[in-house]
């Protein structure tokens, strides 16, 4: 059974820092890159970052260069997602996704074959 399990959410204030991990079982792991997307409320689901299991290739969306480091453990099956100088704005539900090989376009959901069900992250001004 496939499982993607998203966590290190909570609450924090602007300027603070938290680390996300999605842990993955019931799939090749080094096969697959792993993306992270977010949704703020009454808004798109978003991609922000995704890393190659297979050559640790990354991608960020430009609003969160230079703050989010994504990086992966794959004797642990998992993958990270280091957010630093949190900002109001990135208020949202975080969901990390599996998907084989390399997205052409790491920032469609589309590319993406499995889903973990999300960790909150709320950001106080």
């Known amino acids: 059974e496939v499982q993607l399990q998203a966590s290190g959410g909570g609450l924090v204030q602007a300027g603070g820092s938290l680390r996300l991990s999605c842990a993955a079982s019931g799939f090749t792991f080094d096969d697959y890159a792993i993306g992270w997307f977010r949704q703020a409320p009454g808004k798109d689901l978003k991609g922000v970052s995704a890393?190659?299991?297979?050559?640790?290739?990354?991608y960020y969306a430009d609003s969160v260069k230079g703050r989010f480091a994504i990086s992966s453990d794959n004797a642990k099956n998992t993958v990270y997602l280091q957010i630093n100088n949190l900002k109001p704005e990135d208020t949202a539900v975080y969901y990390c996704a599996a998907g084989l090989g390399l997205p052409r376009s790491p920032s469609d959901p589309e590319e993406y074959d499995y889903w973990g069900q999300g960790t909150q992250v709320t950001v106080s001004s």
């Open positions: 890393i190659s299991a297979s050559d640790g290739s990354t």
